[in-house]
Structure formats: structure tokens, C-alpha cells
């Protein structure tokens, strides 16, 4: 059995919010019902599984949003020989860790201390509940995405970094090695998703402004998260101080929860009509946010992209960004028409990136499988009939394990968002385990309360588990 997880997103808690340890203790009781259901065969039989192989599909450590990028000159985009820069990732590695220590202790315990075990059989070939478990073998991989890029560059810089997660995430990863980011780099990965029929990627390759052709550097996204996303927050509370409404600084903890993260003014624009009564001061904090959008677009790094694109990357990244330039009518609508001309699409969905992968056409994978959207999501693909057997292929994404804000669709010019917390995995089985079926996915959604301060409990038996607004 082969389980796929991403975009976890865990923080080290000096912008918003990251997950609570619940989240972790309801995934490891998942994952041993869905090992007991895979150890049910075709035949009718229990066969209990030896191993469990788990992907994590990146962004599972969240290097980028973070203040700490905002205390010195070194940035996501300085150059990766600069020791400055592999010590300011590993300070804000080191401080992600100690922040979900609990959580990613769950994690390694799978791998390292025997934590999963399920019901041994009989000689009947029935599951004997009442006996001591037995352990399965937890192998855990980790491919990188564009949140935790920073593992994959290669050299002594980055390996003191690279070995504290292995180690501490308890990875099926030798020390001094990159974590990958394409599974045909090769490992030992390639072969789990080839053993279970899987192709799987973070699929921020299919982002333009989140992958420039090379996983060893940055990209713009990195700079509009680093100088807008975590700097405004901290800014507003600056300069207003005590006159900012409570409403408004639990809403900007939110602020990179919005999807596509381009509508970040548009959401901002709703929040300071529902949490701020007066236009002076939501005036001013709109002030705030376009000498930030200023500040950021006259950053070298931004203005090289330029020639990135045959159009003027800057000055359309000011026309949909800053209030002063907003469009009276369809400002939402005019930042996704932008996104979409980028994505060279108008399809949400990254479906047709994958019947465009080899393991797809040359029908080596059934599923293809890809994360950074946070919109889970089963698409079918392709239903292949030769000699009385049928090749079913689909497309998946693995969501997200953090909270999601999405604009509304009956009136997009009122600004309108709703919030929705989810956590998503995924389980593909190979031969006749899970009595011969190919795939279970998972997906919980937990809605918001509007009319209460934003708290919720993942977990109602750990106290622990109630958190803020934004995990």
C-alpha cells in the first residue's frame, strides 16, 4: 500500500498558524484501518501487509513563510552559495521543527518505533482482534515542492539541514543526499510509485509563478509571499497599532490561505469591510499594502522578470495588485484572467498536465497524482479495452492539510470568501490487497463558524488540539 500526503504547510509559527497535533494522531489511526482493510484480499482472506510505503508530495515544511526572512538582507533568491542563506533556512528549519515537534514525533514514530501495528490472522485467514498487533514497516519519502525547495540543492551548506529532517521525520533518505524533486531523478521512490502503478509529483512545475525551470533556485511566488503575504501583517500592526479590530488581525493571520494567492487585495478589500467601520482607517491600511506592492516591484529580483514573459510582467503585477490602480467593476475577475494567460489555461484543474506525462500516454501508470492546488480532487482520465482487460487511469490531487479560502462565485465583485478547514490523503493498492480495488482517498472538510472568533478542535480528546484562526 502506498499513502500520499502534501502540502502540509507546517509553520514556524511566526505567520500565522500551524497545525495542531491532532491532526497527526487522526492521521495514524487512518492509517492503520486502511492497512487492516488492505490486508483483506481478493480471495476473502486477511493477510496482514509487511510495509507501508509513505509519500509526503511537498510542501511539508513551509521554509518560505516565515518573518525570520524579514530580520536580514539574505532572501529566498540570494544566491544558494551564500552561506548566510543556508543559515538563515536552517534557523527557520530548526524552528519549524521545534514548532510541530509532537506532530512530526507521530510521523517518525511510524517509521522508527513500530507505531503502526495491526491484527495478526489466524490460521483461517481471519484478523485476530484481540491479539497483540503486529508491525508493519513504515517507509516514509519525501519529494520536495515549492515551499521547501531548499532540500533538494545540492552541497555541504544544505546537508546539516537535509539530515535534521531526515532524521527527525524519520526518511527512507541516505544523509548528504538531496530530497528530490522529479521522481525519474531516481532513488528509491521511482520504484514504489512503479510497484504500485503510480506517476506522482508536487506539480508546482505547472506554476509559472512558482517554478522557473530549476528547482535549485527561487521564483517570484517566493518573493510575493516573503515581501506582501509576510510583511503586511506585521506592517498594519506597526503602524495602527492598538486601532486595528480584533476581527481584522486574526483575518490577516489568513492571509496566505486565500486561493489563488493573487486575490490577496481582493480578500483584504472584503476583510476591511466586514472588520473595519472607518474608511479613514481602512484607507489606510489599503495605503499600506501599495508601498508594499511599490517596495516589492521595484525589488532587482521582480523586475528581471520582465523579459520573463513577452508582455510587462511589472506593470500588470501593479494594475491587479495595488488599490490605487483597481478596476471599478470585475477587479477578481481581471487577477484570474491575468492567472490564467500566465498558466497558458482557463482550467482550474491540473487534469491536463496529466495526460500529457509519459507514465500516463505510455500507460505505465494508472494514476497520476500531483499536490500545490489544495483542491483535492479525482479526475478519470482514460478507460483502455484490449483482450478482456480494462486499464482504468485517473488524476488526482492530494489537497492540503491547512485551511483554504475561496472566493464565492454568485458575485465575485462582493469580495466574498469562505473559509473552510480540510485534510486529505490519499491510498493506492497494489495486486490483491484491498480485496483487489485500486485507490481509496480521503477527504475531511471541517466549515467555519463566521458569527465566532476562529477556533476550532480537530481532535475533542486533546485540549491541545484548539488552535487559532489560520492552522
Known amino acids: 500500500m502506498l499513502v500520499i500526503i502534501s502540502d502540509l504547510h507546517l509553520t514556524d509559527g511566526t505567520v500565522g498558524n500551524s497545525l495542531p497535533t491532532g491532526a497527526f494522531q487522526i492521521f495514524a489511526e487512518r492509517l492503520r484501518d486502511m492497512t487492516i482493510s488492505a490486508s483483506f484480499r481478493a480471495d476473502g482472506t486477511y493477510r496482514p501487509l509487511e510495509s507501508v510505503d509513505l509519500l509526503l508530495l511537498g510542501d511539508i515544511l513551509d521554509i518560505i513563510r516565515s518573518s525570520q526572512w524579514l530580520t536580514s538582507d539574505v532572501r529566498p533568491w540570494s544566491s544558494t552559495q551564500l552561506p548566510a542563506l543556508a543559515q538563515r533556512v536552517g534557523q527557520i528549519s530548526n524552528q519549524v521543527i521545534a514548532n510541530n515537534a509532537a506532530g512530526l514525533e507521530i510521523l517518525r514514530g511510524l517509521a522508527t518505533q513500530n507505531l503502526l501495528r495491526i491484527p495478526p490472522a489466524d490460521r483461517a485467514g481471519q484478523p485476530v482482534y484481540q491479539a497483540p498487533g503486529q508491525a508493519v514497516a513504515v517507509r516514509i519519502h519525501y519529494l520536495v515542492g515549492n515551499h521547501d525547495w531548499f532540500l533538494h540543492v545540492p552541497g555541504q551548506n544544505f546537508d546539516p539541514l537535509r539530515n535534521q529532517v531526515i532524521e527527525r521525520l524519520g526518511l527512507n533518505q541516505s544523509p548528504n543526499t538531496p530530497l528530490i524533486h522529479d521522481p525519474n531523478e531516481g532513488g528509491p521512490i521511482i520504484e514504489v510509485l512503479r510497484r504500485h502503478k503510480v506517476f506522482a509529483r508536487h506539480g508546482d512545475i505547472f506554476d ?264
Not at 489606510?284 to 510582467?313: A, C, E, G, T, Y
Not at 500516454?361 to 478519470?380: D, F, Q, S, W
Not at 466549515?447 to 486533546?462: C, K, M
Request: contains cysteine; charged residues 25%.
Open 208 to 471: 509559472p509563478f512558482n517554478y522557473e525551470g530549476d528547482r535549485c533556485r527561487s521564483s517570484l511566488g517566493d518573493a510575493i509571499v516573503v515581501e506582501l503575504l509576510n510583511k503586511f501583517p506585521i506592517e498594519v500592526a506597526a503602524q495602527l497599532g492598538a486601532d486595528v479590530p480584533e476581527g481584522l488581525v486574526l483575518g490577516l493571520r489568513e492571509l496566505d490561505n486565500v486561493r489563488p494567492t493573487l486575490l490577496a487585495p481582493v480578500w483584504i478589500d472584503g476583510l476591511l469591510e466586514r472588520t473595519s467601520t472607518l474608511p479613514a482607517a481602512r484607507n489606510q491600511v489599503k495605503q499600506i499594502w501599495d508601498r508594499l506592492v511599490d517596495q516589492f516591484l521595484n525589488l532587482d529580483f521582480v523586475r528581471n522578470h520582465d523579459s520573463w514573459r513577452p508582455f510587462d510582467m511589472v506593470s500588470n503585477l501593479e494594475r491587479i495588485l495595488k488599490f490605487s490602480k483597481r478596476l471599478s467593476i470585475g477587479w477578481s475577475t481581471a487577477i484570474i484572467e491575468f492567472w490564467q494567460s500566465l498558466r497558458g489555461r482557463d482550467e482550474a484543474s491540473y487534469y491536463p498536465h496529466a495526460l500529457a506525462e509519459q507514465d500516463f500516454r505510455n500507460r505505465r501508470a494508472k494514476h497520476i497524482i500531483y499536490g500545490h492546488t489544495h483542491l483535492a480532487e479525482y479526475v478519470p482520465l482514460d478507460a483502455s479495452h484490449a483482450e478482456g482487460y480494462v486499464l482504468n487511469q485517473g488524476y488526482f490531487n492530494s489537497g492540503t492539510w491547512r485551511r483554504v479560502h475561496r472566493s464565492t462565485q454568485f458575485s465575485p465583485a462582493e469580495h466574498e470568501f469562505i473559509p473552510a478547514d480540510s485534510m486529505t490523503y490519499l491510498a493506492f493498492f497494489q495486486g490483491d490487497e484491498r480485496s483487489g480495488r485500486p485507490f481509496e482517498t480521503w477527504t475531511g472538510t471541517l466549515g467555519i463558524n463566521a458569527l465566532e472568533t476562529p477556533q476550532y478542535r480537530i481532535d475533542p480528546s486533546h485540549a491541545s488540539a484548539a488552535v487559532a484562526a489560520g492552522s
